[in-house]
């Protein structure tokens, strides 16, 4: 099947569907909309039902969802694939619409009039012939969310989240933030006609701060880190019945980045890379890809065969490397959490067992980089492909020279580099150490 780069798609193969699973109706404990709102958004969801990603209880859709209420896990939603795999049969996809929408057969928001959207998604597969080539990897490629809605990643996360809430009857969204989420959470918000407010770490750039007011949001920094937002956050939504988006505390988010691994496997032809490097702090992207391949998988899209999924992160905040390295099943909260890239410097991950889980199933990896190679990984990618990415896609360029030195990426491997936003809007981050890193 020929691939197809420039953003184009060639169509999945027609296989048929493994016979699906059928559950039967679980208990539910969850504060939602009333019944009546319930089974009006029934009749349009595909979901199927949702269900704990550590103990399985399973729970009804249609209703508001934050974590499983036997354990604090983040839940998963599950869907109707023998309906999915029908839709989405050769020549479906190559005529639907050029966003992340295109796969609302495995997305909880079926109805167009419960939509969110900015044009979201189907971000371009980039060859990296010279980056690849300087570093010895020549089937190199960069998939490229710099140019999303609110320039980054989190556009697909928020659309979903948002399409959610607003769907459910809420009127009021918020989330912690390093900035890009929050600047994501307050555009759909306004454009979805919900309140957002939004929890931010007071060192952030000012840029960001500025562009998430700018679309009506109300912003409250606060002494800390994200961790530190985050418990602010959690308890003002308590106090006042807001929807909280923070990462994986709602099952929607996940959703829209999963979309990403759609995305992949689409633009290559329906045949997975042999490697992954994806810059992690909460690890959301990471997690949904992973969601994404068993989803196809059971749809009859892809084979057992997976990327070795390797999470990047900085030095100075990585306790995924750290849990990783020691055997851990779960990583401890990460002290004193420094490092330019914002979107890294999360000490405590909710879904660090499900990252972890897929580094080791997929035999991947966790890697840290240096500020200085976060840096130099920006200019690599600037000077040799005109691509001006933001610090955390940096970090993944610099591993990129780790792991080929360690054996773990060969000459022969396809590698796909996650370049989560743009540089623009870390400029004020990156500043300070532009000028002291030396060009190679």
């Given at each position: 099947m020929r691939t197809i780069r420039d953003g184009r798609c060639a169509s999945p193969p027609e296989t048929p569907l493994a016979t699906r699973r059928r559950f039967a109706t679980p208990p539910c404990s969850a504060v939602g909309p009333d019944r009546a709102a319930s089974r009006a958004y029934n009749r349009f969801v595909p979901v199927t039902h949702l269900d704990c990603t550590r103990c399985n209880q399973r729970y009804e859709p249609g209703q508001i969802l934050t974590v499983c209420t036997v354990d604090g896990a983040p839940l998963f939603a599950r869907y109707d694939l023998e309906r999915a795999a029908k839709n989405m049969r050769p020549g479906h996809l190559a005529l639907r619409e050029p966003t992340l929408w295109r796969y609302d057969d495995v997305l909880p928001v079926d109805s167009p009039d419960h939509r969110v959207s900015l044009g979201e998604g189907f971000t371009p597969l980039l060859t990296a012939r010279r980056l690849g080539s300087a570093i010895g990897l020549p089937r190199l490629y960069i998939k490229d969310e710099s140019g999303e809605p609110t320039g980054s990643f989190k556009a697909r996360g928020l659309s979903l989240a948002v399409s959610m809430a607003k769907a459910l009857g809420a009127t009021d969204v918020c989330l912690p933030?390093?900035?890009?989420?929050?600047?994501?959470?307050?555009?759909?918000?306004?454009?979805?006609?919900?309140?957002?407010?939004?929890?931010?770490?007071?060192?952030?750039?000012?840029?960001?701060?500025?562009?998430?007011?700018?679309?009506?949001?109300?912003?409250?920094?606060?002494?800390?880190?994200?961790?530190?937002?985050g418990k602010i956050c959690a308890e003002r939504a308590k106090e006042n019945g807001w929807y909280e988006c923070a990462t994986l505390k709602e099952p929607y988010r996940v959703e829209g980045k999963k979309t990403m691994g759609y995305e992949l496997a689409e633009q290559m032809g329906w045949k997975l890379p042999d490697a992954i490097l994806y810059p992690t702090g909460g690890g959301t992207g990471l997690i949904g890809m992973w969601k994404a391949f068993h989803e196809m998988e059971q749809m009859g899209y892809l084979g057992p065969g997976r990327p070795r999924m390797y999470a990047v992160q900085a030095e100075g905040c990585a306790p995924i490397v750290k849990a990783f390295t020691e055997g851990l099943e779960s990583a401890p909260m990460w002290e004193n959490a420094q490092t330019l890239a914002h979107g890294l410097r999360v000490p405590k991950a909710l879904g660090d067992f499900l990252i972890l889980r897929a580094l080791r199933e997929s035999h991947g990896a966790a890697i840290g980089v240096s500020e200085a190679e976060i840096i130099q990984g920006v200019k690599d990618a600037s000077a040799n492909e005109g691509n001006f990415m933001a610090p955390e896609g940096g970090a993944c360029v610099a591993a990129l020279r780790k792991l080929k030195a360690n054996g773990h990426l060969s000459p022969d491997d396809s590698v796909v580099v996650f370049n989560t936003g743009t540089g623009f809007k870390y400029v004020e981050n990156m500043a300070p150490l532009w000028g002291d890193t030396a060009a190679r």
């Open positions: 933030s390093a900035g890009n989420a929050g600047s994501a959470l307050a555009a759909y918000a306004a454009k979805g006609g919900l309140k957002a407010h939004v929890f931010v770490p007071k060192d952030i750039a000012q840029l960001f701060i500025m562009e998430t007011r700018a679309y009506g949001a109300e912003v409250e920094t606060v002494d800390g880190l994200i961790t530190d937002a």
